[in-house]
């Protein structure tokens, strides 16, 4: 069964930074592309970024919001994907959710972690 | 980037109804498009991939049609577990979301 367990959300000052965690298992992690994806109070889902496989070259694309500020980056030994948040936003409250396709497919979001909380206030 | 516009934002039916909501993209996107359902405090559940596959475990009531720049998600036959949002998602490149349609009990 696949598992993504986020974790390290919390409060934090506009202007500071954070960082998400993403454990995953129950796929063969080190060929699966992995998202982020969030929703901030009441709002619809937003895509965040994604990073590729080592052997699809490990890049990574961002949306706009967040792009310059947000970095993503996997440890394939651990099974674990990153989110580097800084410079934060009150905008970019929201919870943060870890997703992907599980491997093999092209994309479609067919697994998706419980989400943490991030809270950006002064 | 793409821009993906669902209707209605908000859709009061009732059990038993037959439900369509639609999606469009600002460019064609093939049928690179997936549907997701999400009820309040949960993540959001694949439903329909590829515009018209229907993911494992998915009831047959729901089902999906379009390509290019046009699609719709259909309910056959609206149960009560089925009252919550729906977003659609172009998955090119960019991976957009919909705004979100909330299906509401009438």
């Known amino acids: 069964e696949v598992q993504l367990v986020e974790s390290g959300g919390g409060l934090v000052k506009p202007g500071g930074s954070l960082r998400l965690s993403c454990a995953a298992s129950?796929?063969?992690?080190?060929?699966?592309?992995m998202r982020w994806a969030r929703q901030a109070p009441g709002k619809g889902l937003e895509w965040v970024g994604l990073?590729?496989?080592?052997?699809?070259?490990?890049?990574?694309n961002y949306a706009a919001p967040v792009r310059g500020r947000f970095t993503i980056s996997r440890d394939d030994s651990q099974n674990m994907m990153y989110l580097q948040m800084n410079s934060l936003r009150t905008e970019d409250t929201a919870v943060y959710y870890c997703?992907?396709?599980?491997?093999?497919?092209?994309?479609?979001?067919?697994?998706w972690g419980q989400g943490t909380l991030v809270t950006v206030s002064p | 980037d793409i821009q993906m516009t669902q209707s209605p934002s908000t859709l009061s039916a009732s059990v038993g109804d037959r439900v369509t909501i639609t999606c469009r993209a600002s460019?064609?996107?093939?049928?690179?498009l997936a549907w997701y359902q999400q009820k309040p405090g949960k993540a959001p559940r694949l439903l329909i991939y590829?515009?018209?596959s229907l993911e494992s475990g998915v009831p047959s009531r729901f089902s999906g049609s379009g390509s290019g720049t046009e699609f719709t998600l259909t309910i056959s036959s609206l149960q009560p577990d089925d009252f919550a949002t729906y977003y659609c998602?172009?998955?090119?490149?960019?991976?957009?979301f919909g705004q979100g349609t909330k299906l509401e009990i009438k």
């Open positions: 997703t992907t396709d599980g491997g093999g497919r092209h994309g479609e979001l067919a697994h």
């Open positions: 129950g796929f063969t992690f080190n060929t699966a592309w």
């Open positions: 990073i590729r496989s080592k052997i699809d070259g490990e890049s990574s």
């Open positions: 460019q064609s996107i093939g049928t690179w």
């Open positions: 590829q515009a018209s």
């Open positions: 998602q172009d998955y090119t490149r960019f991976y957009t």
